[in-house]
């Protein structure tokens, strides 16, 4: 049974800032992503698909103390055609006492995907991965993830992940965003740091490049897409 989660964001209070495309504070109204929208558009060729693209948001904190092992999520987000965030399906998760990562999705911005010169509703793929409280990556306790629902096509899906190390010289719980473009081949194209503890940037980027994807459709034919990778990172017990 597929499982969903609507989420209703028309509410969400807060101001946003470090949106790109000259958009610098406060909620972007819809005349602004549909302006950054149509200005992605006008820059590719007519008939080509614009994947969407995340502008502001916020992240998950880092699972609690007696949260022992790897815990994992992977989310298929609903982007409507204003940019925001109408509902998410998790696809994979660790069975944890408080699920951090939904509930920060849910005042994510995106600048909409366009096709056809217009812009639409699509969806795009989240993975969420935390290390356990240790330097290496030796065998853990805690329960395996488990499958909750079947991706669509729309977005691409791991089927290759390669966790993040944590860096030797750190000395703190760290959650870092990176985006990457996923390629007609599944592989990463681009892989960029959105936010996060600079010390960590090196070793999440390692991470990110090594991912492989199914890679995403649209109308039946393959595209790049952009998905997003929330790394966390828990400072090692003695």
Same mark, same amino acid.
């Given at each position: 049974m597929r499982v969903s989660v609507v989420l209703n964001v028309l509410g969400v209070a807060g101001s946003m800032s470090g949106l790109v495309g000259g958009v610098t504070s406060g909620r972007p109204t819809p005349a602004t992503l549909t302006h950054l929208a149509t200005r992605g558009a006008a820059q590719t060729p007519i008939? *080509?698909?614009? %994947? *969407?693209?995340?502008?502001?948001?916020?992240?998950?904190?880092?699972? %609690? #103390?007696?949260?022992?092992?790897?815990?994992?999520?992977?989310?298929?987000?609903?982007?409507? *055609?204003?940019?925001?965030?109408?509902?998410?399906?998790?696809?994979?998760?660790?069975?944890?006492p408080a699920d951090a990562t939904a509930p920060a999705l849910a005042d994510w911005v995106f600048r909409p995907a366009v096709d056809r010169s217009r812009a639409v509703e699509s969806r795009v793929l989240v993975a969420a991965m935390f290390r356990p409280p240790q330097l290496y990556d030796a065998p853990t306790l805690g329960t395996p993830p488990a499958d909750l629902a079947t991706?669509?096509?729309?977005?691409?899906?791991?089927?290759?992940?390669?966790?993040?190390?944590? #860096?030797?010289?750190?000395?703190?719980?760290?959650?870092?965003?990176?985006?990457?473009?996923v390629g007609l081949d599944g592989r990463v194209r681009e892989a960029r740091i959105v936010s996060g503890d600079p010390g960590f940037h090196q070793a999440s980027l390692d991470a990110a490049r090594d991912w492989l994807f199914r890679p995403a459709r649209w109308h039946a034919r393959a595209v790049e897409a952009y998905s997003y990778l929330i790394l966390g990172f828990r400072r090692p017990v003695a």
């Open positions: 008939g *080509a698909f614009i %994947p *969407a693209r995340r502008l502001s948001g916020s992240l998950p904190a880092v699972p %609690p #103390p007696n949260v022992l092992g790897w815990t994992e999520e992977r989310l298929e987000v609903v982007v409507d *055609a204003t940019g925001r965030v109408q509902g998410l399906t998790p696809l994979r998760a660790t069975s944890i991706p669509s096509d729309e977005i691409p899906f791991p089927v290759e992940s390669r966790p993040p190390r944590y #860096p030797p010289l750190a000395v703190s719980d760290a959650v870092v965003l990176v985006e990457v473009l």
